[in-house]
């Protein structure tokens, strides 16, 4: 009965969104009509009420796209960013992320290209951020079945590969559970920003009226340092410091 | 004024008197103003042409006569026909303010009779300015000449075609034009009409007769909707130049005309080019098989009323197959006063490059219909050509257009994800969450289990060395089994080889000893538990050492088969003894 507990709980937990989740799929079917239909307006309206409670990268690609047929660029871009958050080297994400960017006023540096780039990125995340807590719950599971299978088993040479075996899965299970970590920590990380003025004066000190460092306009990405007296500390792709008023930005 | 326009005009003037149709009848009166001061004079000229003499004195209607009437005829010879005119002339005057009806005069002509038109004097106080009751033909000048330009309709759609006709009126008898311009036209595209030779034609005016000769005909299209303005026509003539006068110049100006232009309707087909009028499309294939390689004239004509001049070809897509060359544009079109007709053809040649069957689909054109004031669509039907395998077989396909990069001609956000979203609760992972710590433990927690478990067997199992004993006997049968295999086969090595192991390996295994450490000595301490413990370590002995003895020597002192039973009895006792 001990052992049941976790799986009865998932079930309960699994039951309980299914009922908002009815809803929420055939809310998802009427923006899809909508959005056939060239209606962006429609479509995001319900995108948007699905979001309150669901989230999902699909659904976040969805949102982007009526932002960006709607022409705000700015709103495009935040949520292309959420989605490739939940779902990294996602290509249709990346591919609608880099067109909206095109519209971006401003460049300021390029980002620096990773070697293995989105295979990297697809095997750190994959389309799912639990993908990796769920690998680390097998993986355990099977760590305990060698090690049950290594006292159990008669004969040395049996005995000897389950054993060593365990310790392999060890091994990997560390691995998973480090993986599940730096997955959960990226996916709840809010220290990015979009822009959303259509132009922001970047200031040299948190207040009104101190000098402007630089200038920025919508849709740019940022990263966001501090918060101090109301105002955010943010800093550039390109190391550039300064601080700007938080109405302007929009955490990612 | 260059001198060819002059002597067109010249030859115009010249002509004016011939033009006169010999035997046409006519039976006119008019006056030279229709409006006069108190005490002015006006004059009344009732003439009546190729129809005798006589005709009646017109009521005059309060206005007084002060002078004629005055008699005058014409007799003109043209190419042997006589044409003759018979006029009267009366001086007359208004003494009261007021407007006069001077009645119709009639003529017997034949058998029936001709009247001529009614017209009205006004008649107004002498000293304020007369009011010129053809004021709507704009500010004349001279009542005896003046120039109008007329249009046929004063609102059009955009593009329609609208006729201006440039008119001179005269009442001079010699008139000579020196400068002649046509008005600016902003917003209109314009088409001249040849008009050809156009002689002078008499026409009343509001009872006044003037010769007539229109100066000008043109089509005009306008270009964009809203208020449009034709400008005045501007012209200066001399009159009454003679062998002994050298007369006076007179400068024309007609007035201007306002023209509204209507936008076309906003729902637009797609295809529309903004062709407006009534047109007609047909699509002539002159084949529709043909071999690869061979050349099909395709032909797309339009006919109508329209600009037909502004007409573009219409876009034609033909497979990548095709070769297609620009179209020959053939006109048919006249420009005359009832606008602009005709036909203009595109003749495509289009050369299949590749065997097969294709569907060109349908050409189709959109125009505004005036008729009905809508847009009117025009499909033909579709062009269907087979083609059949050219000359020289698959080779054709080498004349292929040379492969090109697939061009990017735009830009768009891939298509929204459709079907299940994989929608999970927001803010929830399993990383962390209860049921993962829960699935983390679990196998941990079972394996515990397990281990508690097993640890509880094993004491109950007690210690390995029990187990051995009390399977030593039916592993000595076993092993006993195996030498009786080999007493049946007659084999004495197999024999021996198998009854020395059984019992050694049933002593070691019951007193938990090595194989080597089965010995005599060993046997005696083993079996001294026992009730007759030295005769079983004997009798063990005993046999181990004729099994020895018989499996590396040739000697062999009891059967075989003694020497088996014998064994087994010996483990018999053993375990018999050890149960008690």
């Not at chain 2, 299940?420 to 079972?446: C, E, I, N, Q, Y």
Request: aromatic fraction near 8%.
């Amino acid at each position: 009965m001990k052992q049941l507990l976790p799986f009865l709980f998932v079930l309960t937990t699994m039951s309980a969104s299914a009922v908002t989740k009815l809803e929420a799929d055939s809310m998802a079917a009427r923006a899809q009509r909508a959005y056939a239909m060239g209606d962006a307006r429609t479509a995001l309206a319900a995108y948007d009420s699905i979001a309150v409670d669901h989230n999902s990268a699909a659904l976040q690609l969805n949102i982007g796209n009526c932002w960006f047929k709607l022409g705000d660029v700015a709103h495009a871009i935040l949520h292309y960013e959420r989605g490739l958050r939940l779902a990294p080297g996602d290509e249709d994400l990346q591919a609608n992320l880099d067109l909206a960017n095109e519209q971006v006023k401003d460049r300021i540096a390029e980002k620096p290209s990773f070697a293995l780039g989105t295979t990297w990125a697809r095997i750190r995340g994959g389309h799912d951020p639990d993908q990796w807590a769920r690998r680390s719950l097998w993986v355990c599971a099977l760590f305990f079945a060698l090690l049950t299978a290594a006292i159990l088993l008669r004969g040395r040479g049996p005995r000897r590969i389950a054993f060593t075996s365990s310790g392999l899965a060890l091994i990997f299970l560390a691995l998973c559970i480090a993986f599940a970590v730096a997955r959960h920590n990226e996916v709840v990380d809010d220290g990015q920003a979009i822009i959303m003025e259509p132009k922001v004066d970047v200031l040299g000190e948190p207040r009104t009226g101190s000098k402007v460092l630089f200038v920025l306009h919508k849709g740019t990405k940022l990263t966001v340092l501090q918060e101090a007296n109301g105002w955010y500390e943010v800093q550039l792709p390109n190391g550039n410091v300064g601080w700007m008023p938080p109405a302007a930005l929009e955490r990612i | 004024m260059n001198w060819t326009a002059r002597l067109i005009l010249l030859m115009a003037l010249i002509g004016s008197t011939a033009s006169l149709r010999a035997q046409e009848i006519t039976f006119t009166a008019s006056v030279d103003r229709k409006s006069i001061a108190v005490g002015e004079h006006v004059r009344l000229t009732i003439t009546l042409s190729n129809a005798g003499d006589r005709f009646s004195t017109p009521d005059l209607g309060g206005l007084v006569v002060v002078g004629g009437p005055s008699y005058g005829s014409n007799m003109v010879s043209t190419n042997g026909r006589m044409s003759v005119s018979v006029s009267r002339t009366w001086l007359l005057t208004g003494t009261a303010p007021g407007k006069f009806t001077i009645g119709a005069s009639k003529a017997s002509v034949g058998g029936g009779t001709l009247q001529t038109e009614p017209i009205t004097i006004e008649v107004v106080k002498a000293g304020s300015r007369p009011s010129d009751a053809s004021a709507a033909q704009g500010q004349r000048s001279d009542p005896n000449l003046f120039v109008t330009i007329s249009l046929s309709k004063n609102k059009a759609y955009v593009g329609e075609q609208v006729l201006a006709t440039y008119t001179l009126y005269n009442r001079y008898a010699a008139l000579e034009l020196s400068k002649f311009e046509l008005p600016k036209l902003n917003g209109f595209w314009s088409e001249e009409i040849e008009i050809g030779e156009s002689g002078w034609s008499e026409q009343v005016v509001n009872g006044i007769g003037y010769r007539v000769a229109v100066l000008k005909k043109q089509l005009l299209f306008p270009q964009r909707s809203g208020k449009l303005r034709v400008e005045p026509m501007e012209l200066t003539c001399i009159v009454n130049r003679s062998f002994f006068n050298r007369g006076s110049s007179i400068d024309l100006k007609s007035s201007p005309v306002d023209f509204t232009s209507l936008a076309l309707p906003p729902n637009a087909p797609a295809d529309f080019s903004g062709a407006v009028g009534e047109l007609d499309l047909q699509v002539q294939t002159d084949r529709t098989s043909v071999k690869a390689n061979e050349a099909i004239e395709i032909v797309v004509r339009m006919s109508g009323r329209t600009n037909l001049k502004l007409l573009d070809a219409p876009k034609l897509d033909f497979p990548g197959d095709f070769e297609a060359y620009d179209p020959k544009v053939v006109d048919k079109i006249s420009v005359n006063a009832s606008g602009m007709s005709g036909s203009r053809e595109f003749q495509y040649t289009v050369i299949p490059r590749h065997d097969g069957h294709f569907d060109l689909g349908t050409i189709s054109f959109s125009y505004f219909d005036t008729r009905t004031n809508t847009y009117k669509s025009l499909a033909s039907d579709p062009i269907v050509i087979d083609v059949a395998p050219g000359e020289g077989g698959p080779s054709t396909n080498l004349r292929y257009p040379s492969k090109s990069d697939v061009v990017t001609l735009g830009e768009e956000v891939r298509y929204i994800r459709t079907g299940d979203l994989d929608l999970r609760t927001k803010g929830h992972f399993l990383f962390a969450s209860l049921p993962w710590f829960a699935g983390m433990g679990a196998p941990a927690l079972a394996f515990l289990l397990l281990l508690a478990w097993q640890r509880k067997r094993e004491r109950e199992r007690g210690d390995v060395e029990g187990t051995r004993r009390k399977r030593a006997d039916g592993v000595a049968r076993k092993r006993l089994r195996e030498a009786e295999l080999g007493l049946d086969q007659g084999d004495r090595n197999v024999f021996y080889a198998a009854l020395s192991k059984a019992l050694h390996g049933y002593l070691s295994d019951k007193f938990n000893l090595g194989v080597a450490e089965v010995n005599t000595n060993e046997l005696r301490q083993r079996f001294a538990t026992y009730a007759d413990g030295n005769e079983l370590a004997d009798d063990c002995a005993r046999l181990l050492t004729a099994c020895d003895m018989a499996r590396f020597a040739p000697v062999e002192d009891k059967p075989r088969r003694e020497l088996y039973e014998e064994a087994a009895q010996l483990i018999q006792r053993i375990e018999r003894s050890a149960r008690k």
